[in-house]
């Protein structure tokens, strides 16, 4: 395999110092790659280590894999002690800039290749959990067909938040302030942040979701919703719970993105 790193300014506004230089891992296969998924980061996910996991797998089919690392996250962490998304604010900075990227690398990849790819690729994109949520905005927005892959991905952030256990992890009573329930104005203030506000590109109706039947963090209706709203998509159910299906089930992961592919050269041929 091929792995080179590169890094470019982030297009997206009122960064943090730190997270104004985006960078990316480029995973490739020994011969010249006529694909590369673009593969957006989970929560919590510092570095490149977990996904080249997957990055990995998918060169052995001659897949090349681009793994972009998250604002706030990994070496781009604001110089702050504790999480690095404290507020909702810091949210929502995070994902309209780590969509952006995601956006701008898919683009330029089609157009320019890279270290190990084919003049043009054909370009993919893809991700788990809070990676699945921004690769299926990543796809709405491409201005390029791209073959999309979210794992795990609500059509949200609000029904992770709000109803799914990552609830625990939200200081309600500092999120409390002024208002009889936070609860409920969170839900609608990450509600805004949908993808069920784009209408769906040409190139969302090949994409393949995966999902848990037992996963705890996403719930099945914000996966379903997502589904729905992307006609003539495929959504692939599995019994995994959200941990077991990332780290247990690759093989499944591998095939959706190697399937999105096929489908989405389909219709472009």
Same mark, same amino acid.
């Given at each position: 395999? #091929?792995? $080179? ?27 010249? $790659?006529?694909?590369?998924? %673009?593969?957006? /980061? ?16 998918? /060169? ?11 604002? +706030? ?22 994902? +309209? ?30 991700? +788990? ?8 905005? %990543?796809?709405?927005?491409? &201005? ?15 029904? %992770? ?12 009573? $500092? ?37 848990? #039947?037992?996963?705890? +963090? ?12 992307? &006609? ?16 247990? #089930?690759? &093989? ?18």
């Amino acid at each position: 395999m #091929r792995v $080179a790193d590169g890094d470019f300014v982030s297009p997206g506004p009122e960064l943090p110092r730190e997270c104004r230089m985006a960078h990316v891992r480029l995973i490739a296969p020994a011969e010249r $790659a006529e694909r590369v998924v %673009v593969l957006m /980061a989970a929560w919590n996910d510092h570095g490149y280590r977990v996904r080249s996991r997957l990055a990995r797998r998918l /060169a052995r089919h001659g897949v090349a894999s681009a793994i972009l690392e998250n604002p +706030y996250f990994g070496v781009r962490r604001p110089g702050r002690d504790g999480h690095p998304v404290a507020t909702v604010s810091d949210f929502f900075v995070m994902g +309209y800039a780590a969509a952006r990227e995601g956006v701008a690398l898919a683009a330029h990849l089609a157009r320019n290749g890279g270290p190990g790819l084919a003049g043009a690729p054909v370009v993919g994109v893809s991700g +788990y959990s809070m990676g699945g949520n921004i690769s299926a905005f %990543v796809a709405s927005l491409s &201005p390029v067909p791209v073959a999309a892959a979210p794992f795990a991905a609500s059509h949200s952030p609000a029904p %992770v938040f709000v109803e799914g256990a990552m609830r625990a992890a939200i200081d309600w009573e $500092a999120l409390g302030a002024g208002h009889e329930d936070p609860q409920r104005r969170l839900a609608e203030v990450l509600g805004e942040l949908t993808v069920l506000r784009f209408p769906p590109a040409p190139h969302v109706r090949h994409a393949v979701l995966v999902a848990g #039947r037992n996963d705890g +963090y996403v719930p099945e209706e914000a996966v379903r919703l997502l589904h729905q709203h992307w &006609p003539g998509s495929e959504l692939r159910w599995t019994r995994e719970g959200h941990a077991s299906l990332r780290f247990l #089930r690759l &093989p499944t992961l591998v095939q959706a993105i190697l399937d999105s592919f096929d489908r989405l050269e389909g219709f472009s041929g």
